[in-house]
């Protein structure tokens, strides 16, 4: 018999990048939910609960976790980005002018403390007195938080509104020189506010971030009537040992910074919205 003609296999269906895709996103869920499960079965839940969650124990820090700590981080980050806000700017400006030692003291100013830990810089703070015989910096533990914020934070402000400066269009400053400005007043009544508003998103993150680093502030040996947020906390779980107070205080601080982070993201979308 002669053979009979093979007829050709059909090659193996493969899957399409979108099935792909979907079978990938389908293991990274099967894979998350077996870690959660496992986690939930491994953990000791009395135990946590028991040294995490006394209910009893974050009752003793009211009010004072508020009226105090709160109020206290609040002034310290509201302080450090008001100083940050103002030297910022100067800082922007000196680094994008014309005038050579301007822009050199201006990026020494930002690689130091943008490079340097903030923790030294109130470290360095706190030995200012022996350095300067008779210096004080003024109001007390509030200046010196302030300051080591203010410090800290024109660094980075000075970056952004850099950012901000040079996002204007050039042709705005040639249009008000046109008209008869001067270069100063055009830098100050034309590109300046512009360069505000294109800021405000990342200068919001800014202040989040501040508020964050007011915990620093514990090592300029603050008590009383001067603690943070994380102070308090700290202290009152040494008193109890227990970390309840540390949970309580870290989600003090979520209810002022996952607003201000939600805040951040809206005036984004809104800038990118109206390009």
Do not use: C
């Amino acid at each position: 018999m002669a053979d009979q003609p093979r007829t050709a296999e059909p090659a193996p269906r493969r899957l399409s990048p979108r099935k792909r895709q979907r079978v990938f996103r389908g293991v990274q869920y099967v894979i998350l939910v077996a870690a959660a499960i496992a986690l939930a079965l491994y953990a000791d839940w009395p135990s946590l609960a028991d040294n995490f969650a006394r209910l009893d124990i974050a009752e003793q820090m009211l009010p004072e976790l508020f009226t105090v700590a709160l109020l206290n981080t609040i002034i310290y980050a509201v302080g450090g980005f008001a100083f940050s806000f103002v030297f910022g700017l100067i800082v922007a400006l000196m680094r994008l002018s014309t005038v050579g030692p301007y822009r050199w003291l201006a990026t020494l100013y930002i690689e130091i403390f943008r490079g340097v830990p903030a923790l030294l810089v109130f470290l360095m703070i706190v030995f200012l007195p022996l350095a300067l015989p008779g210096f004080v910096v003024p109001f007390g533990t509030y200046g010196q938080a302030i300051l080591g914020l203010g410090l800290v934070g024109t660094a980075y402000q000075a970056e952004i509104f850099r950012a901000g400066l040079q996002a204007v269009p050039r042709g705005q400053t040639e249009a008000a020189r046109s008209l008869g400005m001067s270069a100063s007043r055009a830098q100050f009544t034309v590109v300046v506010p512009q360069a505000i508003r294109i800021v405000i998103p990342p200068t919001t993150n800014q202040f989040v971030a501040l508020l964050k680093d007011s915990s620093l502030v514990l090592f300029l040996g603050v008590s009383g009537q001067y603690v943070d947020l994380t102070k308090f906390g700290n202290d009152m779980a040494s008193t109890h040992a227990n970390a309840t107070p540390i949970l309580v205080a870290g989600l003090t601080y979520l209810i002022v910074t996952v607003p201000l982070g939600y805040l951040a993201g809206r005036l984004e979308k809104r800038k990118g919205a109206g390009r």
